[in-house]
């Protein structure tokens, strides 16, 4: 029972020791934290705000370390920046001011927190990037040159005067006593100044009036001879036969500055006159637009109407665009004298289409063989060559003396050929419609 109720008392004893210890400490620290602050510090010290933003400032220590943090705030300027009571500063307008922190408990303790307040920042609404005027398109600038047979033979009035006159020696006379040379469609006749010449080079003096522009006569340093007969055969012997192109007088216009040639002939055996040739490998009509336009006997079957000579052209011009005959104009030799109405109405609306014509290289053959070029090796059909070439203008398929039975393929261009094989499957067998490309001539 004794030694119980020791136990109660020691217990008890121990109890009222931790009673006053606890007692002790929570005086001790009251007494700390009721401690005057002889310095405060805080953070930020400095702040730079947008207008609306806000920032806290807290207090990081004091000295003595035991002394109380309770601090109160004030803005020197509330309108560029007020402050609460907790220390949340707002900023509301550009400019400069000044949080000062002072302690609660001593005033001289005191910390400053510079702010710098900007304004917002503008919002730049983008312009809209205004659509660029267009510049005028400057017209294409245009001239015709031809060739006329009745100012290239010898004794020229004298023709004419017989065929005025009815006379068949020299050729025929249609219906209306019109002068004709059949042999080259191309009249012999005079233009609206007395000028002796042929069916284009009448219509060359249409179109250049439809124009408002200059024509050109390509003329031969040696003329024809006079009579049909003695034409044809020149004709057929030395410049078909033998390819010779007889020399012209050099061209005494700056072709430069045009951009657009109407280009006239008269259709001998199907083809441009020899003469023309010379002309375009003597004068660069690189990049022009060449439109043509002809006389010829007949343009229905049995006649040569344009014959080649757009394949010629586009051959002799790999540069420039020749537009097609459909674009281009045919009269026959007995249409012409009453076709001027005709001609005026056809510039007008070929002139449109030269003029917003798109470049594109596969109207030039020097585009075609560049693009054929880039195809060597390919396998492809018909159909894609001529999508990715242009349309050829002949192709053939030659089995006789090609080894294991692989067709030799050609595809003709103007000025160039495709070179091809009948592509294989891995069983040996032809492909039908395939063809691998392997050069081009």
Excluded at 41 to 70: D, F, H, Q
Excluded at 79 to 108: D, E, R
Excluded at 180 to 193: E, G, N, Q, R, W
């Amino acid at each position: 029972m004794k030694s119980n109720i020791k136990a109660i008392m020691k217990k008890a004893v121990i109890f009222a020791l931790v009673f006053v210890m606890a007692i002790t400490f929570d005086a001790a620290d009251a007494f700390a934290a009721s401690k005057k602050p002889k310095k405060i510090y805080v953070t930020p010290t400095k702040k730079t705000l947008t207008v609306g933003k806000k920032v806290k400032i807290k207090v990081k220590t004091v000295k003595p370390k035991k002394a109380s943090k309770s601090v109160k705030y004030k803005s020197s300027n509330k309108k560029i920046a007020t402050v609460s009571s907790k220390g949340v500063v707002t900023a509301k307008k550009a400019g400069k001011t000044t949080i000062t922190v002072t302690s609660k408990k001593n005033k001289k303790a005191k910390a400053k927190v510079k702010i710098t307040v900007k304004a917002k920042p503008k919002k730049i609404t983008p312009k809209p990037t205004p659509t660029p005027t267009p510049k005028p398109t400057k017209p294409k600038k245009a001239i015709v040159i031809y060739f006329a047979r009745g100012e290239n033979i010898e004794d020229a009035e004298e023709v004419y005067n017989k065929l005025a006159s009815g006379n068949p020696e020299s050729g025929y006379v249609n219906e209306g006593q019109t002068p004709i040379d059949a042999m080259t469609s191309a009249s012999v006749l005079k233009d609206s100044t007395g000028k002796i010449t042929g069916n284009n080079g009448l219509l060359a003096e249409w179109i250049a009036g439809a124009l408002n522009t200059k024509t050109y006569s390509i003329r031969t340093k040696s003329l024809y001879p006079k009579t049909k007969k003695e034409t044809q055969t020149i004709v057929q012997d030395q410049e078909m036969a033998m390819g010779i192109a007889p020399d012209v007088e050099e061209c005494t216009e700056d072709l430069s500055q045009y951009d657009v040639v109407y280009l006239g002939f008269p259709n001998w055996y199907g083809q441009p006159p020899r003469a023309l040739y010379t002309f375009m490998k003597e004068n660069n009509l690189d990049g022009k637009t060449i439109v043509p336009f002809s006389s010829c006997d007949q343009i229905k079957a049995g006649g040569y109407g344009f014959g080649d000579a757009i394949n010629v052209l586009k051959a002799k011009l790999p540069n420039s665009v020749v537009m097609g005959e459909e674009d281009g104009k045919l009269l026959t030799r007995k249409m012409v004298p009453d076709a001027k109405e005709e001609v005026e109405e056809w510039v007008a609306e070929v002139s449109k289409k030269v003029e917003t014509a798109k470049a594109d290289p596969l109207k030039t053959v020097a585009g075609q063989k560049e693009a054929a070029t880039k195809l060597l090796g390919q396998t492809l059909s018909k159909e894609e060559i001529a999508e990715k070439v242009g349309k050829y203008n002949n192709m053939t398929v030659d089995v006789n003396g090609c080894t294991h039975g692989v067709s030799s393929v050609r595809f003709f261009y103007n000025g160039f050929t495709i070179y091809c094989r009948a592509a294989k499957d891995a069983n040996d067998n032809v492909i039908q419609n395939q063809y691998t490309l392997i050069s081009i001539d």
